[in-house]
Nanobody, 120 residues
Framework: QVQLVESGGGLVQAGGSLRLSCAAS????????MGWYRQAPGKQRELVAAIFKGGSTDYADSVKGRFTISRDNTKDTVYLQMNSLRPEDTAVYYC??????????????WGQGTQVTVTS
């Protein structure tokens, strides 16, 4: 009943920036938490950023100070601004959404993912 579509991935040089977008559609009335996961080959999946009811945010230690999650409720869209990108940021990035105020892994809904590749 909920569809999440990511966009904005691509190839960027180290030190560059990308902005990922996630458009939500369907039955989104009670979605209160949005997040971004990533998974790199041979690595554990990790939640890199989340934005909660009321606008508070949380970040993985590996991206603090470099990534910013935000949302635009008028457009039903969540963003992940990624600055100072590093090769280790290379991964498939997934948008995720949850009905819970304080969700636990896994989130209720997932997008199909968008590839981010950072070259050295």
């Amino acid at each position: 009943q909920v569809q999440l579509v990511e966009s904005g991935g691509g190839l960027v040089q180290a030190g560059g920036s990308l902005r990922l977008s996630c458009a939500a559609s369907g039955n989104i009335f009670r979605l209160v938490t949005m997040g971004w996961y990533r998974q790199a080959p041979g690595k554990q999946r990790e939640l890199v950023a989340a934005i909660f009811k009321g606008g508070s945010t949380d970040y993985a230690d590996s991206v603090k100070g470099r990534f910013t999650i935000s949302r635009d409720n008028t457009k039903d869209t969540v963003y992940l601004q990624m600055n100072s990108l590093r090769p280790e940021d290379t991964a498939v990035y997934y948008c995720a959404a949850d009905y819970r105020v304080a969700p636990r892994d896994p989130y209720d809904y997932w997008g199909q993912g968008t590839q981010v590749t950072v070259t050295s």
